[in-house]
């Protein structure tokens, strides 16, 4: 069968002729490969086909009356897999009312055979500027969506969430069935899937996987994209018996400061869904937002953590002139994410709640050493300063805009379950689930640890304490969770 063999990584064009004639089979060819496009043809419909269904084409000319399929059956068969693909029909002088349907169908023009070869150039000329409008059309798309994700990003939302809208936006723009990213593990030095979103979990079976990275990791270092078609996936990743149903494949480095942090792939698993190279560079452009986001989170999550050393660091400044209260914040800490886990929170509550823990006496730095460290009885007057405490650590934290959602945990640690506590008295749920956690690790840390004025006292003394005071005190689900804890521990001693 003449013609060449079907290229679609460059922006050469890919036409695809369809007609049981042979010598006209054979003028096409020689035309359009001698024009530098790319051509293959075939003699039936079903043939035609199995060509798109394997390989990416622009336009498809076919004749009109063709045994076991017509022109216009290839074309609503070809609509329904790839309705992108530009359909030319030729057609004799008898059957041009066929033609005009096959138009309204959906074909983009018809040429009257025996065709002038002027007239079939034009025609196909035009209908591959078309192709080409089309998919400018869908650039221009894609870079309103890019507009949409910096209004996302410039709202100032978490890394995690980012890098899910950046997933979806990639999804949906290019059409792609599945969109993962992979980060680089620095200690495995793997790539690792971060997220994968997908319009069906079906496809989640049929994805590369981590190795995929692997391979192609040399490619990244020199700043590559890949945008790989059926065959070509298959050949790149043989190995992997998964690859024999992918479409269509991207894959672009995610790099920071030149180096390959991680990876966004798209796969599509859709017959004749190809990505193009609009789509590709589309998906580039994503991924260097997505690696500048990356790159930003980190070095404000860095410096958040400076931040949040630092308090802490002063907190426990506090804990160091008492020899009595030392390491407290940090023992209330370990008690309230042993809670934390056993009420199986999400890791971001188990964080913050652990912080404010952490640093819930804070406010004592503010309270004067004296008082803080009396022996003996306070007298009402010193009880109240020390009752200050979650006031002050709320006034310390204040203007510290990145610890705003740990503030109310700590302004809170001292209110009771029946509203008795300070210092706002408020009860029941409306006491910050974290507070009411900590409460309980706080009471229980404190009374089993040694005071200027008495001995620490028992765990079992101190849980019998906890049970007497569920429902008055402390939040009674927490005290049970806890009692269940401080004894599994126990046990396993
Ligand atoms: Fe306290
Ligand atoms: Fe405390």
Same mark, same amino acid.
């Given at each position: 069968m003449p013609g060449k063999t079907v290229d679609n990584t460059n922006n050469i064009h890919s036409i695809l002729v369809v007609d049981d004639e042979e010598h006209i089979r054979n003028i096409l060819c020689e035309i359009l490969s001698s024009m530098d496009y790319n051509v293959k043809a075939v003699e039936n419909g079903q043939e035609a086909l199995i060509e798109i269904k394997s390989e990416a084409y622009d336009m498809i000319i076919t004749d009109? $009356? $063709?045994?076991? $399929?017509t022109g216009l059956e290839l074309l609503d068969c070809v609509k329904a897999i790839a309705p992108d693909i530009i359909v030319i029909m030729m057609t004799g002088f008898g059957t041009i009312a066929s033609a005009v349907d096959a138009m309204k169908k959906g074909a983009y023009e018809y040429v009257l055979k025996p065709f002038k070869l002027d007239e079939l150039v034009y025609t196909i000329k035009r209908g591959l500027e078309k192709r080409e409008l089309e998919k400018a059309n869908v650039q221009l798309k894609e870079t309103i969506a890019l507009l949409q994700l910096n209004d996302a990003i410039a709202s100032g939302i978490g890394e995690e969430r980012i890098l899910g809208i950046i997933i979806d936006v990639t999804l949906k723009e290019i059409e792609a069935d599945v969109v993962t990213c992979l980060l680089k593990n620095n200690e495995t030095n793997k790539y690792e899937t971060r997220l994968k979103h997908s319009?069906?979990?079906?496809y989640f079976g049929k994805l590369l996987g981590e190795i995929d990275c692997e391979s192609i990791d040399e490619m990244y270092e020199q700043g590559e994209v890949l945008l790989l078609q059926k065959k070509e996936i298959r050949k790149k990743?043989?190995?992997?018996?998964?690859?024999?149903?992918?479409v269509s494949f991207i894959s672009i480095p995610l790099k920071i400061k030149n180096k390959v942090i991680g990876t966004i792939n798209a796969y599509s698993f859709t017959q004749g869904h190809y990505f193009t190279d609009g789509q590709c560079k589309a998906a580039a452009i994503i991924a260097g937002r997505t690696a500048s986001i990356i790159d930003n989170a980190q070095l404000y999550e860095n410096v958040q953590n400076t931040f949040k050393d630092t308090v802490k660091s002063f907190a426990y400044a506090i804990e160091t002139k008492d020899k009595y209260t030392h390491g407290h914040s940090e023992k209330v800490a370990l008690f309230t994410e042993l809670i934390c886990h056993a009420m199986e929170l999400p890791d971001e509550d188990i964080e913050r709640i652990k912080l404010a823990a952490q640093l819930h006496d804070i406010g004592k730095i503010g309270i004067n050493e004296e008082v803080l460290n009396k022996p003996g009885k306070l007298t009402i007057e010193e009880y109240e300063i020390i009752k200050g405490h979650p006031l002050m650590g709320t006034r310390i934290l204040q203007p510290l805009h990145f610890l705003k959602d740990i503030i109310p945990i700590i302004h809170h640690h001292h209110e009771k379950y029946d509203g008795t506590g300070y210092p706002d008295g408020i009860k029941g749920a409306d006491i910050p689930l974290g507070s009411r956690i900590i409460s309980v690790g706080d009471t229980y840390e404190a009374m089993t640890s040694d005071r200027p004025y008495r001995k620490g006292l028992s765990h079992a003394v101190t849980v019998t304490e906890l049970v007497r005071c569920a429902g008055t005190q402390f939040d009674p689900g927490i005290v049970k969770i806890f009692i269940k804890i401080m004894e599994e521990g126990y046990k396993k001693k």
């Open positions: 009109l $009356m $063709m045994p076991k $399929m319009k069906e979990k079906k990743f043989k190995a992997l018996p998964q690859a024999k149903d992918i």
